[in-house]
């Protein structure tokens, strides 16, 4: 995804989209209450955090002091757990 070699509209349609759904569908089904269109948003935000990690990651490993201030990877995705598991409680109870 950081550096795509297929056309866009290919990776869309045959990577992206039906990833993206079957997460939704598991977290719609591990979550009473919450309907697949906060389903999909939580799926866009979860992403969205790995993408950023491994983004950071990348880059400190190929320019010095990037990756300096990052905390261990096992605790990097503890967080996003934690943060996400939290956020999709919410989206199911409705809040704003």
Request: glycine share 10%; with cysteine; aromatic share 4%.
């Amino acid at each position: 995804m950081l550096d795509p070699q297929l056309p866009r509209e290919l990776f869309l349609a045959e990577v992206v989209g039906p990833i993206q759904e079957v997460l939704a569908d598991a977290i719609v089904a591990a979550t009473p209450g919450l309907g697949p269109g906060p389903a999909r948003l939580c799926v866009i935000s979860i992403v969205g955090q790995l993408l950023q990690v491994a983004h950071r990651l990348q880059r400190g490993e190929l320019a010095a002091g990037w990756g300096a201030e990052l905390p261990p990877l096992p605790e990097m995705v503890d967080q996003i757990v934690r943060f996400s598991a939290a956020g999709v409680r919410a989206s199911a109870r409705g809040a704003r």
